[in-house]
Each structure stands twice: as C-alpha cells, then as structure tokens.
C-alpha cells in the first residue's frame, strides 16, 4: 500500500543563472525548499506563499503547484513506487514535477490538475490519499 499526503500548501518553482548564490536569509525564512544547481541553471522549489524574498530575485517563475508526500521513508532498494504514482497521473495526461530527498518523494501537479489528479490516484487499488500537514506549521 502506498500512502500519499496531499499537503494544503500551494509551491513555486523559481529559476535562477546557473552563477547565482541564494541569499543566507532565505534558508533562514524558508519553511520548506528544495534547490538543485545544474551546469545550466539553480531551481529552488518552496511554499508561495513563504517565497517573496525568493521570487524578487528569480529569472523565471512557476506557481500554483500542488504537491502529494510519500508518507513513508524510502528504502533505496524498493522499485517501481513512483512508478505506480505517475503512471496513473501519465495515462490521464496530468503534468508531474517530482523531487525526492534522501528519506522520501514529492510528486506536484498543478492546482488546475489537482481534482483530476486526486480522482485517478483514488482509483488505484494500492494508493490511499490522506490529508498532510502545511509545511508553513513546522
């Protein structure tokens, strides 16, 4: 059985020159983010509604992503979890942006797709959704 959170808390995704340092500050205000640096660019993902101070600063913007939590610490040797979550999202034509960290998954979608990204994940036998908490509360 895979548990999914649907977290209440809308994110944004911000891209930013591959050169550009984060402010210390941020890490200091932000609740929750996610920061990748790649050869081309840095993309931090956090809560929109915690992110002025992100987004001031930010080549490109994405808003208005809603993100489900793999309730569970993921062991590095199961196979096929996320599969079995975006397939689904996949066959019905639901964009995904995913992240995972060391103990677990974050599959987004977008907030004009969540509805129809719930009812598909309520129709897999295996997935039980359960409402999350907002990480603006930790």
């Not at 790649?38 to 993100?67: F, I």
């Amino acid at each position: 059985m895979i548990s999914l959170l649907i977290l209440p808390d809308e994110f944004s995704l911000f891209q930013f020159d591959r050169d550009h340092r984060p402010s210390a500050t941020w890490f200091d205000t932000l609740p929750w983010y996610t920061i990748s640096k790649t050869t081309a660019e840095v993309s931090v993902l956090c809560p929109t509604d915690a992110a002025a101070s992100v987004a001031s600063e930010a080549n490109k913007t994405e808003r208005g992503w809603r993100c489900f939590q793999v309730d569970a610490q993921m062991d590095f040797g199961l196979v096929g979890i996320l599969a079995s979550i975006v397939d689904p999202l996949r066959d019905n034509k639901i964009p995904v942006f995913v992240v995972s960290t060391y103990d677990t998954d974050y599959i987004l979608v977008k907030q004009d797709t969540l509805e129809k990204a719930m009812g598909v994940l309520n129709k897999e036998k295996e997935i039980v959704i359960k409402p999350g908490e907002s990480v603006l509360l930790k």
